[in-house]
């Protein structure tokens, strides 16, 4: 499941400027973003720190950037004034405009994820964020094909209903939200083909730790976004692994590799650490997608947690709950007596067991009245 990768259709509008549109998520759900290019002053320099190279006007922010943007919300496209504190909730404090060569030292501002906020930002404020940390999904996803200089104009409409997708503080004839995105100046990143294996590891861990605190406070799809994030680093980290494995089995593997070599492989995590870590980010996304209601995609998750570490007891565990969900009792039951198996009288267990004896016999008892009355009635 990886309902925050941006999936990016292209169309023209009326004025001919190129429209993209993708779904992203803030924490209280899945949204469709469209956004438009309104100005661009890319031809100017951007800033650069002052030990890192400044990057080219034409390129865009990647990992790691920090990106000097700025958030402000519009009442809708046909009108000049902004009602923004209005439709979220947020009040945007005002500021003088700050120039593109206005060159400063960037420093990341920590913030805090808001469950009644969809842009995730102080509004109306210049903004220092780290790309690729999840913490405004929505406007990153802007970023990433952004040039320092540009602004643009995006247009966001909740997917879906139910209880998983709300609009906060937001009554519906207030939709689409719309606002716009400038970017100041940015730092250069990596990506993630360009990094080293320690780095991507880093990455990693930092993606499956921030996903932890997201699901503690609630925010389920702000958990997805990370452990997604996490897993594709994992995938492009594989091969590092293997040989590094392999090497280590080579006879007078140590007398063949210089220093540098060696450093790095001690930052590469072992075969089976990045085969526990691996499991443990799938299982933690079966949990999250079983509280998003979507079992199929939590039993797949579990079924690839239990592959890669037969004997972790959740990923059966939360196997077990998307069987049972899915009305495949059997396929349950399996799950939840190979957990007995390797943890002897667990509690939740035990009464998911009986929970399915007690539905299949009600089912069977249906089944039996059903029938007499059919033979019955000839």
Not at 81 to 94: A, D, F, L, Q
Not at 162 to 171: E, I, N
Not at 188 to 216: D, L
């Amino acid at each position: 499941m990886e309902p925050v990768h941006p999936i990016e259709t292209l169309r023209g509008n009326d004025d001919g400027v190129e429209v993209t549109s993708w779904v992203s998520v803030c924490p209280s759900g899945l949204w469709k973003v469209q956004k438009k290019r309104t100005r661009d002053d890319s031809q100017q320099t951007v800033s650069n720190t002052r030990d890192v190279t400044a990057c080219s006007a034409t390129s865009c922010p990647r990992l790691g950037s920090l990106c000097r943007v700025r958030v402000q919300l519009t009442n809708n496209m046909d009108e000049a004034k902004s009602s923004g504190s209005e439709k979220s909730g947020e009040k945007p404090s005002v500021e003088p405009n700050h120039s593109v060569t206005d060159v400063r030292e960037p420093v990341d501002t920590p913030l805090l994820r808001c469950q009644e906020s969809v842009l995730q930002l102080p509004l109306g404020e210049w903004t220092t964020v780290r790309l690729g940390e999840g913490q405004c999904d929505i406007t990153e996803a802007c970023l990433e094909q952004m040039r320092a200089g540009e602004e643009w104009e995006i247009l966001l409409s909740p997917v879906g209903h139910g209880p998983s997708v709300s609009v906060p503080q937001t009554s519906d004839e207030n939709l689409p939200l719309c606002a716009t995105v400038e970017l100041q100046s940015f730092t250069p990143g990596k990506e993630s083909w360009e990094m080293s294996p320690g780095e991507k590891w880093e990455w990693a861990k930092s993606h499956k730790q921030r996903g932890g605190v997201r699901f503690r406070s609630g925010d389920v799809w702000g958990a997805v976004h990370s452990y997604s994030q996490a897993l594709k680093l994992l995938i492009t980290l594989f091969g590092h692994v293997r040989e590094v494995e392999k090497k280590g089995h080579e006879p007078e593997a140590e007398e063949h590799r210089d220093t540098n070599t060696t450093a790095e492989t001690q930052q590469i995590p072992s075969a089976t650490e990045f085969k526990t870590i691996k499991a443990e980010l799938h299982s933690n996304m079966s949990l999250c997608q079983l509280k998003l209601n979507q079992p199929e995609r939590a039993k797949a998750s579990a079924a690839k947690a239990t592959h890669l570490e037969p004997g972790a007891v959740k990923a059966w565990y939360r196997l077990g709950q998307a069987c049972q969900k899915l009305n495949e009792l059997e396929e349950a039951k399996q799950a939840f007596r190979k957990l007995l198996e390797l943890q002897p009288e667990f509690p939740a267990a035990l009464k998911a067991l009986k929970d399915i004896a007690s539905r299949e016999k009600e089912t069977n008892a249906q089944l039996g009245l059903r029938l007499s009355k059919m033979f019955s009635s000839r």
